[in-house]
């Protein structure tokens, strides 16, 4: 059954997302200094010097993660409904390599199953939980209008999906899916994105990426049908938006 929530409103909000193995430093306090990500499984990467980068990621066999990091929110929006062959082939004006292409395929074939885990404890599916705290939110609408017109309007087609603004806290969220699209954009601070799967006992840690000040992360995964959490967080007072919508089975 679809479930979408989409709320375009100003909230205090807390999330957990599903994120790929990468290093795990906090910027360092007081300077904000872009931190080097470090991705395992790393197959092909592109990257923009300052204007941003693009990683792909097979995260297992079967299982394509590509992470792209843009300075704006406007950068990515041309190439966001592109598959990660296109996305590659587009950005760099040449064929993609053989890994990738022979990686998706691969990711495209195994969206047709499903993992038959037994779900994490308590698991409740498509469940935003939001953390509030004391800061005041922010006293316009600020990019999220943009945001929200770029990254949102898709979800209403999708299995599961929410779009929230300004949130200023943790959040988490968690899915049963096979295909995911996730956006997050930092408008003040430095913040956390992190994207888990569930094993069957314990969740794996995907991704642990930091967005930077006017930066927006994208994630978007295809693979085998699996629980799968998204988390953004170290964001206490400080201001972004985010969009997560997608498929329980891959289309």
Partial sequence: MKTTSFVLSLIVSSLSMFAVVSCNQMPASGSEEAQVEQNSGVIASLDFGSDGKVEFIEVEPGGLLTSATYSSIEAFAPYKD??????Y???SESEAPASLVAAYQQAKAAAKTESNIT????????????????????KTQMNFNEFAMTYCMGIGECDFGTCVGNATAKTEYSVYAGQMYNYVHSEDGWIRFRSHYWTGSS??????????PEQTKSNSYIGVTRYIKETVDYAAGKHYHYAFMG???AQ
């Fill in 89 to 91: 082939e587009t950005l």
């Fill in 247 to 249: 498929y329980q089975v």
């Fill in 203 to 212: 969740w794996f840690q995907l991704n642990n990426q930091w967005v930077g």
């Fill in 82 to 87: 592109l598959n990660p062959v296109e996305l």
């Fill in 119 to 138: 779900p994490p404890p308590d698991f409740k599916n498509d469940e935003v939980i939001k953390e509030d705290n004391s800061q005041e939110l922010a």
